[in-house]
């Protein structure tokens, strides 16, 4: 198994979703296993159903939202074991106060 790679299934409600949020430290790739998930990044967004994958690249805010009437779940991946989160509201406030992210973790996978 490659070194770094970490993923997990997460489930949300009809109507839920986590707060707005960047990663500085890893790209994110999300595959929706059921459901209906609405996916933004920076300005845009996109409807995601079942089978459908999307990529979030490192720095990049993104927000997932159940917007269908059923539990929807998904498999999400992240090409390294430092994860972090930080709400974007958060870092748009005080961007200093995460002095240790501002700068993306480099992982030599070999």
Avoid at 11 to 31: C, Q, T, V
């Amino acid at each position: 198994m490659p070194k770094g790679l970490t993923l997990g299934i997460v489930s949300f409600k009809p109507g839920d979703g986590g707060a707005r949020h960047i990663h500085f430290k890893s790209e994110e790739i999300l595959y929706v296993l059921e459901g209906r998930v609405k996916q933004s990044w920076g300005d845009n967004y996109v409807i995601l159903e079942e089978g459908d994958t999307f990529g979030v690249e490192r720095g990049v805010p993104h927000h997932a939202e159940n917007i269908g009437d059923e539990l929807a779940r998904a498999v999400v991946v992240y090409d390294s074991a430092v994860r972090d989160y930080v709400k974007e509201l958060d870092y748009e406030a005080d961007p200093e106060a995460f002095p240790e992210i501002r700068v993306p973790l480099e992982i030599n996978l070999e």
